[in-house]
């Protein structure tokens, strides 16, 4: 188990949505990618009904989507990207989903899953919440035992234990990461995703640098990212 200051070297990120990630956690991706750390990124839904366009086509928004994907991967320097390509708005906490999640676990073979938290208690999206909760009950016990989805075993995917998981956009925070460094990677992997969030601006960067400085102002440090962190083994 890693020190309570350092950081694991695997991690693996469950998101609901293609730039869920970016927007709440992308400082810390880009800070653990510019460290050499593995960092898969498993995006759940294909993100087709993200648009206010009438005219849109949800096929041609979810390969748009992907695309975007793809150029924050890059903007990262990811080491892999999966995409579960589920219904938009149509995630449920099923045997389905979480046999998805998990087999991403036991290969990927993660000692940090970051993933959002699905326990805020406002009006949210329901698949940022399903996600949150099935990626958790993914982790404990699912991945970790050999008698949950046997038919990895039989295609030569072993169970994995998760040392820890960390949840984004937390309800109730307990720890914080630096991200002064990083803010260049972050905005150029958010504004990737131009469909969502648009081209990269003064104005844009204006806002998240004060977002995230009000977050930094809380643990002493220029610009934090904060997390509710759960180690597995306590």
Known sequence: MPEPDSEPDSILVVTPHPD?????????????????????????TNGD????????????LAATREVETLNAAKAYGLADVVFLRMKDQGLEDNDEFR??????????????????????????????????????????????????YPEHLEAGIEPHKVEEVWLFRPEQPNHHVDVTDYFETRQNALHSHLSQVGERS??????????????????????????????MNR
């Not at 009904?49 to 041609?60: F, I, M, Q, V, W």
């Not at 003064?202 to 002493?220: M, P, Q, V």
Request: net charge neutral; with cysteine; proline share 4%.
């Open 99 to 148: 046999e998805k999640i998990v087999k991403q676990i036991r290969i990927h073979k993660p000692q940090l899953l970051l993933t959002i938290d699905p326990n805020r208690p406002y009006i949210r999206h329901r698949d940022h919440s399903m996600t949150g909760r099935v990626a958790l009950d993914a982790v404990f016990p699912y991945a970790r035992d050999h008698v949950a």
């Open 202 to 231: 003064d104005e844009r960067d204006e806002l998240s640098l004060k977002r995230l400085a009000d977050t930094g102002e809380k643990y002493g440090v220029e610009l934090a990212e904060q997390f509710m962190r759960i180690e």
């Open 20 to 44: 869920d990630s970016e927007s709440a956690a992308g400082g810390t991706i880009a800070k653990w990618c510019a460290e050499g750390k593995k960092v898969v990124l498993v995006v759940c």
């Open 49 to 60: 009904k993200g648009t206010s366009d009438r005219s849109a086509k949800p096929e041609d």
